[in-house]
């Protein structure tokens, strides 16, 4: 019986976990941005190699990487469809009145609409900021929309980081970005068109003796000549 499902490849954490450092090292740096003296001069040397490392982590990703989850995964988190608006639409009574959630996909519309934003951000922030190297910080108002989009990103990631570790509806979400593994009875409720579109495909091809290196491939009972060689009964790729 299959326990759990590979939700995220190691491409795909790899890359949200370089954007949560990255992001995490270009707001302690960032701070003292327009100030003046030795200390300025090093956190502003960070902070531009913060935004380098990012920009190189994720190219850098996306060229030795599972092309095809990252791929699958983007084209996906850009795609607000009537399920997803449904989704959101019903979140003020799921999170008010605990109605149950509507069927969703992989990633349902919350997910969705935080990626775009997060994106968009980001965007503004890398165009503010390269003004900024270029024009300066001092009576600028193109910096001031830097300051602005720096506020809306703390606020996004808080409430992702809440959702991730302490409401206890969604926080166990959190292993599936840390080991690639969710257990299926979590995924079939919250997940419930993603887990059932994933698994028949997956066992059938188990059955025919097939692997693969996909979010959602059922994660199957090791095999006993296989069980002398890993301490885990449970394993599977996830590149």
Not at 102 to 108: A, C, I, L
Not at 188 to 206: C, I
Request: aromatic fraction near 6%.
């Amino acid at each position: 019986m299959v326990l759990r499902v590979l939700r995220f490849t190691g491409s795909e954490r790899a890359v949200h976990w370089l954007t949560a450092a990255a992001f995490v090292s270009l707001l302690a740096s960032g701070l003292p941005v327009g100030r003046s003296g030795s200390f300025h001069n090093l956190m502003y040397g960070w902070h531009l190699i913060s935004a380098g490392a990012l920009v190189g982590g994720i190219l850098l990703g996306i060229a030795a990487g599972n092309r095809r989850a990252l791929g699958g995964a983007a084209s996906e988190l850009v795609r607000l469809t009537a399920d997803d608006r449904s989704w959101l639409a019903h979140a003020p009574a799921h999170l008010l009145a605990g109605d149950p959630e509507p069927p969703t996909g992989r990633f349902n519309g919350r997910q969705k609409l935080n990626f775009l934003l997060v994106c968009l951000l980001l965007a503004m922030l890398f165009l503010t900021g390269i003004n900024a190297i270029v024009e300066g910080t001092h009576h600028n108002l193109v910096f001031a929309g830097h300051k602005l989009a720096t506020i809306a990103a703390c606020g996004l990631v808080g409430a992702h980081m809440y959702m991730a570790v302490v409401n206890r509806g969604t926080r166990n979400a959190l292993r599936g970005i840390v080991t690639g593994e969710v257990d299926r009875a979590w995924a079939e409720k919250h997940y419930p068109q993603w887990t059932a579109a994933q698994l028949a495909p997956a066992s059938t091809a188990q059955a025919a003796g097939h692997n693969r290196d996909c979010p959602g491939q059922p994660i199957p009972a090791a095999r006993a000549s296989d069980r002398s060689e890993s301490k885990r009964p449970w394993a599977g790729t996830s590149r």
